[in-house]
């Protein structure tokens, strides 16, 4: 049974997807997608994870003025 739960739970964790998470230092802010991205980099950062990717929509840090 343990040699079971093994296989499970690296075949979950080798076949996740990285996210692509958007910042837009402009915006009210949102869910971090494209069309409604995060506001500042620290919040996009506290919802990544080691695979995602943090893309900066004009100038995110402009938020450091």
């Known amino acids: 049974m343990k040699s079971l739960i093994c296989a499970v739970t690296v075949l979950a964790v080798s076949t996740a997807q990285a996210a692509t998470i958007h910042v837009d230092a402009s915006c009210p802010g949102g869910d971090g997608s494209e069309l409604d991205p995060y506001c500042s980099i620290q919040t996009a950062i506290d919802n ?3 695979t995602d990717e943090v893309h900066g929509i004009g100038n ?5 003025k």
């Open 60 to 64: 995110p840090l402009g938020e450091c």
């Open 48 to 50: 990544a994870v080691d």
